[in-house]
């Protein structure tokens, strides 16, 4: 299974931004997938996820701001981040878990490498 993030990149405060994760080699459809990010200096935490089937979980600090929504016919989950803060700079990795129910960094079966958020005051 891999999984490729990309759409990060550099974005002013109170903009916008939407990250693609596309994966191949599994049955999409049948996992949960969710977007986690790491900011420097600090652990990794969970943003949000979607289930595999369809139910939607945040974090606690993004709810409100960002969004999630997975197209199973082109095995890609998506990441739509609104009002963009400079707190939100990280790198942001998507994760599948198949037929998971938790966020659990740890059982989180496959990980993408990351794409960069910057977010400038």
């Known amino acids: 299974v891999q999984l490729q993030a990309s759409g990060g990149g550099l974005v002013q405060a109170g903009g916008s931004l939407r990250l693609s994760c596309a994966a191949s080699g599994c049955t999409f459809s049948s996992y949960a997938m969710g977007w986690f990010r790491q900011a420097p200096g600090k652990e990794r935490e969970f943003v949000v996820g979607i289930s595999w089937r369809g139910g939607i979980y945040y974090g606690n600090s993004v709810k409100g701001r960002f969004t999630i929504s997975r197209d199973n016919a082109k095995n890609t989950v998506y990441l739509q981040m609104n009002s963009l803060k400079p707190e939100d700079t990280a790198v942001y990795y998507c994760?599948?878990?198949?037929?998971?129910?938790?966020?659990?960094?740890?059982?989180?079966?496959?990980w993408g490498k990351g794409t960069l958020v910057t977010v400038s005051s």
């Open positions: 994760a599948g878990d198949e037929y998971g129910s938790t966020w659990d960094i740890d059982g989180m079966d496959y």
